[in-house]
């Protein structure tokens, strides 16, 4: 390996260090709560050295995001293969979840962690309604070929609405395990079966009765 090579390696090790000491503290202490330097003291680094791959705390939460929110988005891209619609809503309602389980630090910045407003201008750059970045977007699209085909209730026609209740209900299931899978005092099922279970059912519930 080049000495250009070796440089490089060691800026992205370090630029992930940076993102995951990040990632510990917005969790624990909301966005308000972290500063540069916070972030600096949590690994041991100086200041500068994290102004060296962020610009300010803006940038780095906004990178963070990126960068979790690509990385969900590429779980799903396997599917694109699937052809049935409903079948891959089914998969990536198991992907979603395996996601969440395999990442649960990456899992609670996204989506158990409140989050600054974001300027649409921004979110558009870091891939807002690209199926290939945005995880929602790719979600949406697959429902809207599931209603293309009537698959789904005649009275559910909002693409929206159906994937955004999905989500939420894949959602609940893998909070719950990350929050609270601890607690003894619940005789938990296994958390297979509890997303499947729920994947399975929204779907019956939403799609058009055969015959």
Sequence with gaps: MGVQERRERERLETRDKILD???????????????????????EYSPTAIYGHFADKEDLFLQLCHSDF???????????????????????????????????????????????????????????????????AFL????AEALEVDAFREDL?????????????????????IAKSRDHWVPWRSIKKRVDLMVDGLLRGLLRKAG
């Design 140 to 143: 949406r699209q697959i429902v």
């Design 21 to 43: 000491a990040a990632r510990e503290l917005f969790i624990n202490e909301g966005y308000e709560g972290v500063s540069m330097r916070k972030v600096a003291r949590k690994i």
């Design 157 to 177: 026609t909002d693409a929206d609405l159906i994937a955004q209740t999905l989500w939420a209900g894949t959602h609940g299931v893998v909070a719950l395990q």
């Design 70 to 136: 690509q990385r969900l988005a590429q779980s799903f891209t396997r599917l694109a293969q699937v052809r049935d619609p409903v079948e891959r809503l089914r998969k990536i309602g198991q992907a979603y979840a395996e996601f969440a389980l395999s990442n649960p630090n990456h899992y609670r910045m996204m989506f158990m962690t409140a989050h600054p407003q974001i300027p649409d201008a921004t979110e558009k750059k870091m891939g807002k309604g690209n199926p290939e970045e945005d995880a929602y």
